[in-house]
T-cell receptor, first 113, second 114 residues
Framework: GENVEQHPSTLSVQEGDSAVIKCTYS??????FPWYKQELGKRPQLIID?????GEKKDQRIAVTLNKTAKHFSLHITETQPEDSAVYFC????????????FGTGTRLLVSP | SAVISQKPSRDICQRGTSLTIQCQVD?????MFWYRQQPGQSLTLIAT?????????ESGFVIDKFPISRPNLTFSTLTVSNMSPEDSSIYLC???????????FGPGTRLTVL
């Protein structure tokens, strides 16, 4: 089955810096890659996603890139703000059938003012 | 996005008892999913709840321990049976957007087993 690895497990940056979180997946049939942000005590919130027919997608300060050949995808946050502090999870799924998500282990991002 | 609610939001239970968690979606969806998030950990899929058929369980999860019901296209329940302290976790349900693949999560049920 699918296995998703995520790095780093923790990331500390200064406000205004960029943050990059990387994930690799094992199943070449996976073709949908969402990113979730989970604040303490809250539900995971979908912040951006990408499908395998696209190499990059951007939404304001966040962007996701996908390298299908290498089977890895990354989340990029620019101009980080303290409110970006949270745990971020990547996930992978096949865009057919049961659509179940396999999650990475999570990255705790801390943005210091 | 789908609006998903769960009940209860939290509970403290005694070892050996069972708890049923309810999940309600504001639109009709074919599949609903149940996840477990142990303290400080990632999300692990327990099972996929299909309307009109048996749930599909992931490796390591069995129906006797986590029976699931899916009586209609907007509702599902997950029961955590014969609980032990190791079952202390957050249990989340999710559902995809109608005619889409994006999945949205309920607020979760924080379960503590003493």
């Amino acid at each position: 089955g699918e296995n998703v690895e995520q790095h780093p497990s923790t990331l500390s940056v200064q406000e205004g810096d960029s943050a990059v979180i990387k994930c690799t997946y094992s199943d070449s049939a996976s073709n949908y890659f969402p990113w979730y942000k989970q604040e303490l005590g809250k539900r995971p919130q979908l912040i951006i996603d990408i499908r395998s027919n696209v190499g990059e997608k951007k939404d304001q300060r966040i962007a996701v890139t996908l390298n299908k050949t290498a089977k890895h995808f990354s989340l990029h946050i620019t101009e980080t703000q303290p409110e970006d502090s949270a745990v971020y999870f990547c996930a992978a799924s096949k865009d057919t059938g049961f659509q179940k998500l396999v999650f990475g282990t999570g990255t705790r991002l801390l943005v210091s003012p | 996005s789908a609006v998903i609610s769960q009940k209860p939001s939290r509970d403290i239970c005694q070892r050996g008892t069972s708890l049923t968690i309810q999940c309600q979606v504001d639109s009709q969806v074919t599949m609903m999913f149940w996840y477990r998030q142990q303290p400080g950990q990632s999300l692990t899929l327990i099972a996929t709840a299909n309307q009109g058929s048996e749930a599909t369980y992931e490796s390591g999860f069995v129906i006797d321990k986590f029976p699931i019901s899916r009586p209609n296209l907007t509702f599902s329940t997950l029961t955590v049976s014969n609980m032990s302290p190791e079952d202390s976790s957050i249990y989340l349900c999710s559902a995809p957007r109608v005619a889409g693949v994006e999945q949205f999560f309920g607020p979760g049920t924080r379960l503590t087993v003493l």
